[in-house]
């Protein structure tokens, strides 16, 4: 099998943000035992800026962009070095790999990153990847590593998402602040993954939280791959992921199955403008595969360029589809209502059914 395994920064760092080198033991004595077993596994590792600020002797966590990739820059090197030589103990070499959505979007990078995965997996290596905090910038960043993780699974067709946190899996409420909730053992394809409220911040020394996991789990369950919520520190968590037993909350695959790219826009991609439609153009794009056509378009919201990501509402309000816009936001609204034959030449949809997923139905 291959198994992805992200760890949050929670989960390997203490409460002043150095690098737990025990967290990281237990977590190469996991996959140690994945391995013996023939296992494939990929990490997707947290963790650089907390390591990093602790590193320099910051006081909190920078919120400016600049120093936050300078202190990743630091962090990272620290964080690789002790997978290293908790890998080494089993024999095992790891490989720093680290990406930015472009790797995910652009065809060419996204081939690239994928045979590079593949081969380090041929040649008995565990990849260990993040984010490339250091370089990255507002707009071209996901800013946190479980939709990366879901994307990286994808790519390399896994059969098992591990998402490793701080908690014991998904709760009913905060069990940090309501008693009586209770874990949540499993989610169905068809149950709305994101219909439990979570709380969309993290520890305060990382950038995720609850609300990233349930979508990277989303992306994952729509890419055909089981995938886990679970505590890191739970003895044998990786083992039991891999053979389905109850160490948290597991995702069902659903039969469902988007490319790499259509997750891009459907979870990852920043979200330029909003476009609402009719209820004809509602039931169009929902029944079969069709593209948006100005016709249907009722408003227009956002300023927003050809080539970027809108939200597609219904009459109701409703989000229920994304998408890459064929045109800018003035042309959109300069074809409201207008039949395709009434339009210039090269003005015919406003997202192309290719470049539009529906977020909504089975």
């Not at 820059?73 to 959505?101: C, I, K, M, T």
């Not at 074809?335 to 529906?358: A, M, N």
């Amino acid at each position: 099998m291959r198994i992805v395994a992200k760890i949050g920064t929670a989960s390997i760092t203490d409460e002043h943000g150095v690098i737990d080198v025990r967290a990281i033991a237990r977590l190469a004595d996991e996959i140690a035992v994945l391995r013996a077993r023939d296992h494939d596994v990929v990490v997707v590792s947290s963790g650089a800026v907390a390591a990093g600020v602790a590193a320099i002797g910051l006081d909190a966590r920078p919120t400016d962009m600049q120093t936050l990739q300078a202190v990743s820059a630091v962090g990272q090197s620290r964080l690789v070095e002790a997978y290293n030589v908790e890998f080494a103990r089993h024999g095992l070499v790891g490989a720093q790999l680290l990406v930015d959505p472009l790797d995910f979007v652009e065809r060419r990078q996204y081939v690239h990153l994928r045979a590079t995965v593949q081969r380090l997996l041929e040649l008995g290596v565990v990849p260990v990847v993040n984010e490339n905090d250091a370089i990255a910038n507002d707009e071209l960043r996901y800013g946190d590593n479980d939709r990366i993780a879901a994307l990286i699974a994808n790519s390399i067709g896994a059969d098992v998402l591990v998402l490793l946190t701080d908690m014991d899996g998904v709760f009913t409420a905060d069990p940090r602040r309501d008693s009586t909730a209770t874990l949540i053992p499993f989610v169905r394809s068809g149950d709305p993954l994101l219909a439990v409220t979570a709380d969309s911040t993290g520890s305060g020394r990382g950038s995720g939280g609850m609300a990233s996991k349930l979508t990277a789990a989303k992306m994952a369950s729509w890419s055909g791959i089981r995938s886990v919520i679970a505590r890191a520190a739970r003895p044998g968590v990786l083992a039991g992921s891999v053979s389905n037993e109850l160490v948290g909350t597991t995702f069902e695959a659903h039969h469902r199955t988007l490319s790499s790219r259509k997750l891009w826009i459907a979870f990852a991609a920043d979200v330029a403008g909003t476009v609402t439609v009719d209820a004809g153009a509602r039931r169009a794009l929902t029944e079969r595969p069709n593209s948006l056509l100005p016709a249907g378009v009722v408003t227009v919201d956002g300023d927003f360029g050809a080539a970027q990501v809108v939200e597609v509402l219904g009459p109701d309000g409703e989000l229920f589809a994304r998408g890459i816009v064929a045109m800018s936001s003035s042309d959109a609204r300069a074809g409201l209502g207008h039949r395709t034959v009434d339009l210039p030449e090269g003005r015919s949809h406003l997202i192309h059914r290719d470049d539009l997923v529906v977020l909504t139905g089975d």
